[in-house]
């Protein structure tokens, strides 16, 4: 949800029209400014503020605890000639938001992100989870220093300046589902590579399930982060503590035909699954 926030009567003219553009996006926030950005603030995703950004810089500076979770902030001015990405500008979409508004308004949309401006995809941008020095790495690529890429799992990339492997180079971006952390002047992104096969006994609890995902994932030395989806039997679809599980780990649950997974060799089949859902193995 975004919040839409203002003080004055052209402001409220400016909000109006983005509330009516955008019903089901928006909720209006009523009274003095103050109060209403600190509501939106802590129930939206995002915040539209019809203030000036010295106002809104300060009403938000108390409220602001982690760039990876805060809500993206633009403000418009009083003159609906701009859209300033505040605050948020990758994390809380505000970059993206900003050039919505101004579209609705016919605003000019400010973005003053360095990698933005200078038309390069950040490394929080590119729908991977993202570990390590991301700022400084950012830097490196901006100031045309050396910035190696180390892929351990072939993924797509946009088009970024990175020497290739072996490179002789301070900086890099690792492209690995391996557990572990960033090094120094490096930065890790999780491809989503990995589906993690459940099967499970009729009442298993999700904690078990969820246990055994983990120690899987562990003993494997494989990164939770790079998970994209967990895998069943159909007959397992509803199984509760298997959907549990996909939802503590915020993955969809597929599921495939046992007549499927039968046609698939495993080294261990096994008359209970068999007997029980039609199928040798669920998961191995």
């Known amino acids: 949800?975004?919040?839409?926030?203002?003080?004055?009567?052209?402001?409220?003219?400016?909000?109006?029209?983005?509330?009516?553009?955008?019903?089901?996006?928006?909720?209006?926030?009523?009274?003095?400014?103050?109060?209403?950005?600190?509501?939106?603030?802590?129930?939206?995703?995002?915040?539209?503020c019809f203030l000036a950004t010295g106002a809104v810089v300060r009403l938000i500076a108390p409220l602001l605890a982690d760039k990876a979770s805060d809500p993206g902030v633009v403000c418009v001015d009083e003159g609906g000639r701009f859209a300033v990405s505040l605050v948020g500008g990758h994390g809380g979409g505000a970059n993206g938001l900003a050039g919505e508004v101004a579209g609705v308004l016919g605003a000019a949309p400010v973005v003053t992100t360095a990698t933005d401006a200078a038309g390069l995809a950040g490394l929080d941008t590119l729908g991977l989870p993202v570990e390590g020095d991301v700022a400084g790495v950012s830097r490196a690529l901006l100031d045309g220093v050396p910035v190696r890429l180390d892929a351990e799992v072939p993924w797509p990339l946009p088009a970024l300046p990175l020497a290739p492997p072996g490179t002789a180079a301070e900086y890099a971006v690792r492209v690995t589902d391996r557990a572990g952390v960033a090094g120094g002047r490096e930065v890790v992104l999780r491809p989503l590579s990995l589906v993690v096969g459940v099967g499970a006994s009729a009442g298993a609890p999700a904690e078990e399930v969820l246990g055994l995902v983990e120690d899987a994932l562990r003993e494997a030395g494989l990164s939770p982060r790079s998970v994209a989806r967990l895998a069943t039997v159909d007959a397992k679809a509803g199984e509760p503590g298997i959907v549990a599980a996909a939802g503590a780990l915020g993955?969809?649950?597929?599921?495939?035909?046992?007549?499927?997974?039968?046609?698939?060799?495993?080294?261990?089949?096994?008359d209970a699954p068999l007997a029980a859902v039609g199928t040798p193995s669920v998961a191995e």
Do not use: K
């Open 251 to 270: 993955v969809p649950l597929v599921t495939y035909s046992a007549a499927e997974l039968a046609g698939v060799d495993v080294p261990h089949p096994s």
């Open 1 to 48: 949800m975004i919040g839409l926030i203002s003080a004055t009567a052209a402001g409220a003219v400016a909000r109006d029209r983005l509330a009516a553009a955008w019903p089901e996006r928006t909720r209006v926030y009523d009274g003095p400014a103050g109060a209403a950005v600190r509501a939106a603030f802590a129930e939206c995703e995002q915040l539209v």
